[in-house]
């Protein structure tokens, strides 16, 4: 996997999810009552989703904190068990867990362009500044029911 794609999944974690603080839901009932808001914050954690699973193993590798299969299935019941989606459950990704993983995507961000700018002699530490970043575990806990699955004890679905 090359850093370009890296840096373009990653800018894309990033920039969607300051798309969906900016103009999501405020509310859990929001998402259940405004199908416009809905469908926008459902989509956009749909590609932030693919762009978490199209990194490098090395990018997941260096942060287990962040449960990128949990990840990865999200993405999957929200395209395929989309009429099972629970609005509480998306509150919550929203509400407690997308802000760690920008905190991640912003981190990795500004040591691959910092790397980046190494090989190429050109970026100084002035051009981007490190967040901090929290290292405290957290899970996305999303829990979507498919018909044709079982929850697991974190909240996911696994298909037996």
Known sequence: MS????????????ETIDLI???GPDTPAAL???????????YRLQTLSESASLLSQAVKDRHPEIPWAAIAGFRNRLVHGYTEVKAERVWEVIAQYLAPLQDVAREELFQLRRERGRDEGSTS????????VSRKPHLWAVGTRIRTSTTCENGW???R
């Open 3 to 14: 850093v370009t794609r890296d840096i373009l999944s990653l800018t894309h974690i990033t």
């Open 21 to 23: 603080r900016s103009s």
């Open 32 to 42: 259940e009552n405004d199908p416009d808001i809905r469908d926008a914050t459902l």
């Open 125 to 132: 530490d002035s051009e981007a500044r490190a967040p901090s």
């Open 157 to 159: 679905a696994s298909r």
